[in-house]
């Protein structure tokens, strides 16, 4: 295998398939392939390999695909150029457009949902001029005895339902740090009887100003907006942290509700211990996220223990990862800069800006 060390943080390894091979080789940090012609929405492709029978469980079209003109990818060490990412997958919109800016400049979010067998074809015997540039993991015989490839995707469906999940939750945490207690009592709501404790995690923008849980439960199913509720605790479920909330009391239950969360998460996209030599030749500990998804859910981990520490730019209102920046950071460098000069510029053309306005 050929490897070329690209810059600081861009690996390049031509010839396409990502094997555990090269972290081996690599050996030093999570790292995670972009396509470099980006990718697209393929509408006709056709769950292959494990799908090949459409089922219930099969996802829906249409699906996440590198572009055929696909040569290399580039490898960024995510963890270290951008820890705070999962703000940014938090605050993607949820449309095809918003996805794939989001996919073309940090790739797809696992090793894939399934396999698919994209639209483009040669006919038999063509076997020198594929239509497609990139790796594939197999040859499939289709319709009209033409050749497709196969390659892992990810649907529209699985992308759109990941975004709501750590926006949801993303949400959920900021507002427990601010003390936001008119949006947590929306979230979370004591049964009557005071024996249990609910919750309700949707895109709350969607929703006019319900309050009473009632309220939002109609409201969500007349506007059809996704959402996930359920009981958080009570005596017989989850009892040992029951016993912790005070009545009518929502703050702790709030961060019972993040702290579930991001369990449940990582229990589906594994972040793995690993050691790892360094250059003394001692051993120390590493912890490997299985894909960027984990990646994602891992760094909100760390912002939920304190390890890392976030915060809003006060200009962008993005998050940015503070943990190794001065205690009073407001904002980016950047975006100072730029206020910097928007305010000269509107000091300096004040004089005409007042002449022409009536
Ligand atoms: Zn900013």
Redesign the pocket.
């Known amino acids: 295998m050929r490897f070329k060390r690209y810059k600081h943080y861009i690996y390049r390894y031509k010839g396409v398939a990502i094997t555990d091979q090269y972290f081996e080789v690599e050996q030093s940090f999570f790292i995670w392939p972009r396509a470099d012609r980006g990718y697209y929405w393929d509408e006709q492709a056709r769950p292959g390999g494990l799908f090949a029978e459409r089922t219930e469980l099969t996802p829906m079209p249409p699906y996440l695909l590198e572009t055929p003109e696909t040569t290399e990818f580039y490898y960024t060490k995510v963890m270290e150029k951008e820890p705070a990412l999962f703000t940014k997958l938090a605050d993607t919109p949820l449309t095809k457009e918003g996805i794939l800016a989001f996919a073309n400049a940090y790739g797809k979010l696992t090793r894939g949902e399934a396999v698919l067998t994209p639209r483009y074809s040669y006919p038999k015997g063509q076997k020198d001029e594929k239509p497609w540039k990139h790796g594939v993991l197999g040859l499939r015989e289709g319709e009209g005895g033409r050749t497709y490839g196969e390659v892992f995707g990810e649907s529209l469906g699985f992308w759109r339902r990941e975004i709501r999940d750590m926006r949801c939750t993303l949400k959920l945490w900021g507002w427990l740090v601010n003390q936001n207690m008119v949006a947590l009592e929306r979230v979370i709501h004591w049964s009557k009887d005071g024996h249990g404790v609910n919750y309700v995690l949707t895109d709350w923008e969607m929703l006019p100003e319900a309050k009473a849980a009632d309220d939002i439960m109609d409201q969500l199913k007349a506007t059809q907006t996704p959402f996930s509720a359920g009981l958080l605790a009570s005596k017989d479920h989850h009892g040992e942290i029951f016993a912790r909330f005070k009545p009518g009391d929502v703050l702790l239950p709030a961060r019972y509700l993040v702290q579930s969360r991001i369990n449940k998460k990582l229990q589906e996209h594994l972040v793995r211990p690993r050691l790892l030599m360094n250059e003394r030749n001692q051993l120390e500990p590493y912890f490997y996220p299985e894909s960027l998804l984990a990646a994602l859910w891992y760094q909100f981990f760390r912002v939920a223990t304190g390890k890392n520490q976030l915060r809003r730019?006060s200009?962008?209102g993005?998050w940015?990862d503070v943990t190794e920046k001065r205690k009073n950071w407001s904002?980016?460098k950047e975006?100072a800069n730029r206020e910097r000069v928007r305010r000269s510029r509107a000091k300096n053309s004040g004089h005409k800006l007042a002449t022409r306005a009536p």
Request: contains cysteine.
């Open positions: 730019c200009v962008c993005l940015a904002r980016h975006c």
